[in-house]
């Protein structure tokens, strides 16, 4: 995080424990995940104990505690696309990447994360790995989409791409 971003997070206006959420969205925004130094800075900077800010960022989901990884791979579940399959998709992505929601794998390529409306729910169910965006997911397209990330191992490819 370069020095003017942090300067900005830990302003001495946010010096207050209501601004710990904000804080930890915008060190999560800049370095993709809460690192314990970054819960043991902010704890400091608010005067809590470390042991409350942990507490506060494991009860909400949107906050991770690893690396993501290079290929950071987000299925969402909002309303829509949990409807249209979703949790189909997540768990097959679960199995295909072998990764725990919310885990990066050992080789830091993939990381995995269920994620609430991206905003395009008319493409339900939805899976942004990186920058793009897969729509009307299905389990079957989970190994397709791998397969083409994963050249290296050989297995082909298909016509299927993001949009
Ligand atoms: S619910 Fe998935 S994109 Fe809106």
Redesign the pocket.
């Known amino acids: 995080m370069d020095t003017a971003r942090k300067a900005e997070i830990f302003n001495e206006g946010r010096r207050q424990r209501r601004h710990l959420i904000d804080i930890l969205q915008d060190i999560q925004s800049c370095e993709g995940y809460l690192s314990r130094e970054a819960m043991q800075e902010v704890a400091a900077f608010l005067s809590l104990p470390p042991s409350a800010v942990w507490g506060v960022a494991t009860f909400y989901n949107q906050f991770r505690f690893t690396p993501p990884g290079r290929n950071p791979v987000r299925v ?7 409807l249209a399959g ?1 949790q189909l998709v997540l768990e097959a992505m679960a199995r295909e990447l072998k990764l725990e929601i919310g885990a990066t794998s050992e080789d830091r390529e993939f990381s995995l994360e269920r994620v ?6 008319a ?4 899976v942004t790995i990186g920058e793009s965006v897969y729509p009307k997911m299905t389990p079957p397209r989970v190994e397709e989409i791998l397969v083409q990330m994963k050249p290296a191992e050989g297995r082909g490819k298909s016509g299927d791409g993001p949009t």
């Open positions: 969402c579940m909002g309303t829509a696309c949990h979703g609430a409306c991206i905003g395009c729910c493409l339900a169910p939805v």
